[in-house]
């Protein structure tokens, strides 16, 4: 049972605790899941500088008052002072999973230290006395870090026993880790390691249900929860993560958390829909093509029967004899994502995009782009030869007389204006990613997904207007008019089928633009159809689209390969090492044609 407290109330008390602990401005909402309060059965939860908490978190028999301000201290304290950002709390996760080697173990311990260490060394400290929460301590927890804290606080405030002697033991040693004077991560190893021994002794707390209920319940505040954009600062360490294991891990502990809770299945229907408008577009345009030409002649022009393309790509030979020849008239749009796929690529088009987020911030960083300003010419001066040669005036300093060095060349001296902006002149090209998710790309897919993220957001961050596929037997596309969100998870699905290179869909998004595109293929080159794929792609670079292939050692095609390479029009660069190199040589690409306008 617990007490409901006026909103007037809960609002001056929260920003007593908020001015004690010096915290960023939040704005704090206070209702239930309905109106917009937390999401699930967390009792505080913030997000975006925006505190929400339920009226009904006070147990009876306590002063809401009390309860109140040091429900709020605690919850504070955790952005103020442990973990306090992100990158320490992921720090000492990892510090907790180099002794465990289990990522559940790992939060949960930081969690724990996070707890204990705010409760029983900072608060009594900085307050002079015990949280109210632990004088009053209920024998009710809802999940596996309640119940722990629970029995840790009966060693301080004794008011019953513990529930067993191994409970009562291991919570001790707890208690007398968190009073250590030690670095936090050697503190949060310890816990650990203690964890690990109480998961021997009762294996029944640890269940994956009830650690799932730890993350749904007892979400940890960070600072960057109270600042605006708050999971962009998440995504910039997610960014930092290398290995699909841990980062799937990362996603759900702190990411998946703090998304809205029907985020998921907006993707899923805009997916959804885009599929199905996408399927009768085509068809539809197919229909028109077999009634205008016949249905012999449009076989004819999008290949021929299976049988015959075989017969005639026999000189290709090698590994790629081992592969069915097939025409690019089988290269559909999927009508269905299958949901394994789908949620797949859900959470790793936010490891995709942090990656490739993350390579382009530190291009940035390193190599800053000096941008034009508005300015005014002011008055003529002497030119020297230390000043740059592109500031003489040669008109003017031949009215002095003979060009004379130092001594009749003259340049204008510019004052920027105060108002205005940035002036940047020029066509921003079009982009078309293409990337293969097909069987032979499964083991570099990861690599090749970030690459054209990469070129994704090179082209987007610079005003470019962006369009994405990925193919397999078939492909999913996400046209120049489709939301952000369903490009990048067009970019973040991986179909482990055959490979037949869209060209009619790549055809479609060409010709929907008046202007040159900059297409970007990023393969390992087992084009199925690549006898339709090179003469249609040199026909694209006659019209005076640019087109960049990345070819990948996935599967091994020599003769297609050699193909591909031997096309003069197309620009192919060969990467040994995805994992060391393509990601640089897709940046260094990028950077070329977007160079003037990328920021």
Known sequence: MSLKIGVEDIAKIFNQAWLELHCPPVKLRVGGKSDGGPRGPAAIYAVNGEVYVRPDIVPRGCDPHKYLLWYFRHELAHAHYCPYDLKTAYSLEKAAYSVTGNWDLAYLATHLFADLQVNINYLPRKFGELPYFMKVLRNYYTSILDYLLYEVYLHINPISKPSSKAIENVTKEMLAIILLDKPWHSKVQMLAITLTKLKTIRPSLFFPRRMREHLIRNPLMLREDLLPGSLKSFEEIFGSVSTPSDAREFF???IEPRLPPEEKEKVKKMMEGKLSSHKTKVRAESDKKEAAAGKRESEKKQGGRVGDNVRRLEF???????EPRLPSSLSKPYEK???DIFNEAFWKRYWYKSRAERILMRYLSENPIRRPVWAVV??????YIEDEIEDLDIDVSLDEGPLIPEVTTLRWVEEPTYHGQSLIIGFVPSAIII???????????DDAAIAAFIAYLSARRSGGQTSAITFSTKYVSADWSSPEELKELVLSMAFNEYTIFPINEVGRLVFDKPENCFITIITDGGWQNIDEAIPFLERMADLGHKIVIFLLPGG???DKVKAIKSSPNLRVYNVVRPEADLQGMVLSESVKTYKAFLS
């Open 378 to 383: 002011k008055y003529p001066d002497d030119w």
């Open 316 to 322: 290709f030979g090698g590994d790629f004899g081992e």
């Open 435 to 445: 990337l293969d998710a097909s069987l032979s790309m499964l083991q570099i897919h």
């Open 337 to 339: 994502i299958p949901s």
């Open 556 to 558: 091994k095609y020599p």
């Open 252 to 254: 759900r502990q702190w």
